[in-house]
């Protein structure tokens, strides 16, 4: 057996998703895992007791399918969580990601308004018809602490429609806020 499929299997039979399996030269095998979701579901996120539980199962099922490695390491996506399968976009549309194409987009892209070699972009993830877009603008965000004029119209959004196949990879963007307001995209419940 595979070991991509013992560690999916293992993970999978403990109430988890792996997200991704990574093996380094050093004989390192890094797992990452996360609940499963379903769209309406309570969003649950993976702490210290979820990875330990799965790096003992994980232990035992390696062991006795004769796998080779030097040191195990499991842990939750993170904020920066990648964004592989279909379920991962539809999971977080409306939030923030960072986008990497496999190639450039063409000069006819945004009405020209895109520099053609350009393929890594940050915006909001939506849905455009059957696949995905994602919205920006590259107006620099305002400096911390500088009153900014209501009557200042804003820079213009762009958006550039994707498929799964075009792309290099998705995360989301790892946006930290220290000051409890909350990220973009993130409605507030009852309001």
């Known amino acids: 057996m595979a070991l991509q499929d013992i560690v999916a299997q293992t993970v999978a039979g403990l109430g988890y998703e792996l997200v991704e399996l990574e093996r380094s030269a050093g004989g390192t095998l890094r797992v990452t895992i996360d609940f499963p979701w379903q ?10 007791e979820d990875c330990e539980r799965v790096t003992r199962q994980l232990q035992y099922a390696l062991e006795v399918e004769g796998a080779d490695y030097k040191r195990l390491e499991v842990s939750s996506p993170g904020i920066d969580r990648p964004l592989r ?27 020209g308004q895109v520099a053609a070699n350009r393929r890594k972009f940050r ?27 209501r009557r200042r119209e804003p820079a213009p959004l762009q958006a550039l429609g994707f498929s799964l196949d075009e792309l290099k990879e998705a995360r989301l963007a790892p946006i930290v806020d220290f000051k409890g307001r909350q990220r973009p995209g993130v409605q507030e419940q009852g309001k």
């Open 85 to 111: 399968q279909p379920r991962d976009f539809e999971r977080f549309e409306g939030e923030v990601i960072d986008l990497t194409l496999k190639a450039p987009v063409g000069a006819a892209v945004a009405g």
């Open 39 to 48: 769209a309406g579901q309570e969003v649950r996120f993976v702490n210290v």
């Open 123 to 149: 915006g909001r993830l939506e849905r455009a018809g059957e696949g995905w877009q994602i919205v920006w603008s590259d107006e620099p965000p305002p400096e911390p602490g500088r009153r900014v004029s």
